[in-house]
C-alpha cells in the first residue's frame, strides 16, 4: 500500500474506535479493526472515483455507520 492510502487506514481505525466507543460497544482486536478500516478505506476510494468527492469526508460517513454493523 502506498503512504497516502496507509494514513487514510490509521485515520479510519481511529474513527472506528472512536464509533465504537461511543456506541458503547466492545472494541474489536487490532486486527479486525485494522481489516475493517482497509475495507472502510478500499470502499471510500470505489465511492470517490464513482461519485466523486473527498475521501476523508465518506471514511467520516461511513464511520458514522457503525451501529448497523
Aim: hydrophobic share 45%.
Amino acid at each position: 500500500m502506498g503512504f497516502l492510502i496507509n494514513q487514510q487506514v490509521k485515520v479510519a481505525i481511529r474513527l472506528l474506535a472512536w464509533r465504537y466507543e461511543k456506541a458503547g460497544l466492545p472494541l474489536p482486536d487490532s486486527g479486525e479493526l485494522q481489516d475493517q478500516a482497509r475495507n472502510l478505506v478500499g470502499d471510500a476510494h470505489r465511492i470517490a472515483r464513482e461519485r466523486g468527492g473527498n475521501v476523508l469526508a465518506i471514511l467520516k460517513e461511513m464511520a458514522g455507520d457503525i451501529r448497523r454493523r
